[in-house]
Nanobody, 124 residues
Framework: QVQLVESGGGLVQAGGSLRLSCAAS????????MAWFRQAPGKEREFVAG????????DYADSVKGRFTISRDNAVNLVYLQMNGLLPEDTAVYYC?????????????????WGQGTQVTVSS
């Protein structure tokens, strides 16, 4: 069983940057597609970004393209989400998820393992 722990969230002003990290234990993330989702109050959980096992393929939600970058380091079991140009509408709890090999899927039910989330708040 893979355990995922997110960190790096916080309060930032609009236009600022944050880097989220997702640390995995109990298994190697190299076997999994990794993704970031987010959930704002009163809204459904939504896909933010995903990355293939090797890191060669990445996919992003339209709302974050050009601002966010997902990356991974399989050697140390870490996944990152670099967030630049943050907007108030990016405010949400951000979750790391691990899913089956293949293509990056944007629906949450495809993912096996989830972290507890880290809060990102962007002030205007």
């Amino acid at each position: 069983q893979v355990q995922l722990v997110e960190s790096g969230g916080g309060l930032v002003q609009a236009g600022g940057s944050l880097r989220l990290s997702c640390a995995a234990s109990g298994g190697a993330i190299s076997f999994y597609i990794m993704a970031w989702f987010r959930q704002a109050p009163g809204k459904e959980r939504e896909f933010v970004a995903g990355i293939s096992r090797s890191g060669a393929k990445r996919d992003y939600a339209d709302s974050v393209k050009g601002r966010f970058t997902i990356s991974r380091d399989n050697a140390v079991n870490l996944v990152y989400l670099q967030m630049n140009g943050l907007l108030p509408e990016d405010t949400a709890v951000y979750y790391c998820a691990a899913g089956p090999d293949g293509f990056v899927r944007s629906y949450s039910s495809a993912y096996y393992y989830w972290g507890q989330g880290t809060q990102v708040t962007v002030s205007s």
